[in-house]
């Protein structure tokens, strides 16, 4: 962590919020009969994907998991294509007894076959999250599942009869998976303050606005409806359109329900502002655009603002933080550990 002496925002590493996380894990770790597998799949020659892998693998060994990379494609002979035999590594792996965790390396075709692929992977095996039953809970604010819906073919609806202002699963429930790159971002959140721990749980970025820019189904999409599903008021911005997403009702509580503050789950309006006018609102700014040249206008920020980048490449400008009070310039070591976690 580190502020200059001209008065910038601190400059805040993934580091010391991985580290609150890492004797979590292995504290969990050491009430396991037998330490889980987690097998990585890698069928590309991308650097990042392979950096990834060896990171994961790096991680793995530190904390005492078992890891094992499953190499296809072209990550495993120059004279296969890209992608090549991977559907077939996963389903390998889920039927495989000894395995207890996949993650797939993506991308690898783009965004329409590889969101296949990861409906491939068994929601009983997917740390990363990305199943459409995971997705699905966490759209609808559905906390604490049963296991046995993540073989059911029904898609299930909010219970009543489970709370959801409480952390600890109740008895017969266990946590529903959450992405672990969105869960990421939302235990930074934890870690500098934005979420209010005085508050309800469920409830604690109440009084908070944040723009998300990028609405991928990977990250920015559930990264809005999270934050959202705990009370902030969230602008999600895409290339073609601006969204928000919100649990608070837009009338006056009903007469007959006058206790009723906001929705069960977060409610989607379209926006008519543009991107300088919801950064001008925005108490937290984070971005995961995929694209070298992107960059968010430091001018736009509103001053004090907390900005995080999530993308590969810096998505935002140099002189961030002579706007933001805090900039965290990558989450990748937080969410390494929230997958270790999910496992």
Partial sequence: MAASAAGKGILLKADAIAATFR????QSLAKCVRPPKLVGILAT???????????????CDTLGFEFELRKTGAAASSDLAEGEGVEQAIIDANEDDSV?????????FGPQQDSYLQQVVSPLKDVEGLHFKFHYNLYHNIRFIEP????????????PSIPIDGEE???GTVKSIIPCTPLAVVKCM????VYNRLLPYGDRAYGKTVTVINRSEVVGRPLAALLANDGARVFSVDIDSVQEYTKRPRVAADAAEPSRRYHPRHVVHPSNLTLEECLAHSDVVVSAVPNTQYKVKTAWLKDGCVCVNVAADKNFEVDVRDKASMYIPAVGKVTILMLLRNL
């Fill in 23 to 26: 004797e979590e894990v292995k």
């Fill in 45 to 59: 020659s991308s650097a990042p994907s392979k950096f990834y892998a060896d990171f994961t693998q790096k991680q």
């Fill in 100 to 108: 207890h965790g996949i993650m797939v390396y993506f991308p690898i």
């Fill in 148 to 159: 046995k819906s993540l073989i059911s073919s029904v898609l299930p609806s909010p219970d």
């Fill in 190 to 193: 934890e870690y500098i303050g």
């Fill in 169 to 171: 699963p109740p008895s």
